[in-house]
């Protein structure tokens, strides 16, 4: 079958008997594809980016397309592992990426760039599971960062305890786990053992994951256990600190054999947040209960009289940790939020002097040259 006549094929059913409904899609997807469907395009699901092209899953197979035209300057709306795209036939003998649709959810964080930018890690995302190892003590800190930008992102934050056969005692690091992810799951597992993995490949049937963590989690490992198959490399981690160098180097797609897929990502260094006050907000609901009780409105959980967070911290029910953790996320996101202000400000006052440049010069000719 050509790539044109599988055009026709693929978007003759919007059911779950769809060729792509192994992938994800779903009536939704259906209903934001059919204006591209009548034009006689393809639908296909991005399953890897590099380089200008991309690899995307079809109802024929997968196909290597050029995404050029949708790779734009602004990182967040360029295209992405995860998303849903309308293929025609493009030159050079590769199909090409004519639109993208419009995106359920989407990870993004900010980059390590001066330019206040963000960049989009996975997209159309269920569930954001977040891979913290055992095999060092976990920085709940990082945890409550990953956090935050999972909320945002709309998708169901998971956290994952990796590595649970090199720790002696899981329970006092799954309570902690659990103090500073409030209403987030919190699995322990082992790829080595498999304990865990039923239980998590259960909570990943239905929707799209993703896989997040440092590098030296153990994603790798926990992706191969997953999929039941070696598709990611794996390497040791060190012994002093858990850490580990990069295996994943980029964003890949994967079919679970259970239902479902999980894009899994490189290990992140920098966790910088994006636009993520809400996301901000629901990690730390505990201490937006507590603020409820707070004398004054407005209280900074600072010094003021009457403050509950205050008075939790001071009787043990709230740790001092978690309250300065989170002032400091929301102090980056104001942060953030200002430069990307800054930024919008700088790029209309040069669009608007391009304007008046233009307009001049259209005056100038208009009049003619000058006697």
């Not at 998708?155 to 720790?167: E, F, G, I, Y």
């Not at 690091?173 to 790829?191: H, I, K, M, R």
């Not at 479902?260 to 209960?289: C, K, M, Q």
């Not at 800054?342 to 006052?349: F, I, K, Q, S």
Request: charged share 25%; aromatic share 4%; glycine share 10%.
């Amino acid at each position: 079958m050509s790539f044109s006549d599988a055009t026709h094929a693929t978007h003759a059913s919007h059911s779950s008997a769809h060729p792509l409904a192994r992938y994800g899609w779903d009536e939704r997807t259906a209903e934001s594809f059919a204006p591209h469907g009548r034009q006689g395009l393809t639908p296909a699901r991005v399953v890897r980016v590099d380089r200008g092209r991309c690899d995307a899953v079809t109802a024929d197979g997968t196909v290597r397309a050029d995404s050029a035209s949708v790779t734009g300057p602004d990182p967040v709306r360029t295209v992405c592992t995860g998303d849903w795209a309308a293929l025609g036939p493009g030159t050079h003998g590769l199909p090409e990426v004519r639109a993208l649709l419009p995106r359920r959810t989407a990870f993004v964080r900010s980059t390590s760039s001066k330019r206040a930018e963000g960049q989009v890690l996975a997209a159309n995302v269920d569930h954001a599971v977040v891979a913290v190892s055992l095999a060092a003590e976990p920085d709940l800190g990082r945890l409550e960062r990953f956090l935050a930008l999972a909320w945002e992102s709309g998708a169901q934050p998971l956290v994952v305890l990796t590595k649970a056969d090199l720790a002696p005692d899981t329970g006092h690091v799954a309570a902690d786990a659990e103090t500073a992810a409030p209403g987030v799951p919190v699995l322990p597992v082992s790829a080595r053992t498999g304990a865990g993995l039923d239980a998590l490949a259960a909570a990943l049937r239905e929707g799209t994951a993703v896989l997040l963590g440092q590098s030296g989690a153990g994603k790798s490992t926990l992706v191969n256990a997953l999929v039941g198959q070696e598709v990611t490399a794996v390497r040791e981690a060190r012994d002093r600190d858990g850490k580990g160098r990069h295996t994943t180097t980029s964003r890949e797609l994967f079919l679970l054999p259970g239902g479902g897929v999980l894009i899994d990502t490189p290990g992140l260094r920098g966790v910088g947040l994006w636009d993520a006050g809400d996301g901000v907000d629901r990690t730390f609901a505990d201490i937006g209960e507590l603020a409820r009780e707070c004398r004054f409105p407005d209280c900074a959980h600072t010094a003021e009289p009457g403050c509950a967070v205050l008075a939790a911290v001071d009787d043990g029910t709230l740790p001092g940790r978690r309250l300065d953790s989170y002032r400091k996320l929301l102090r980056e996101n104001e942060y953030l939020a200002a430069r990307a202000d800054a930024r919008l400000r700088a790029e209309l006052r040069r669009d608007w002097k391009r304007k008046q440049a233009l307009g001049r010069h259209m005056a100038e000719r208009k009049r003619g040259p000058r006697r």
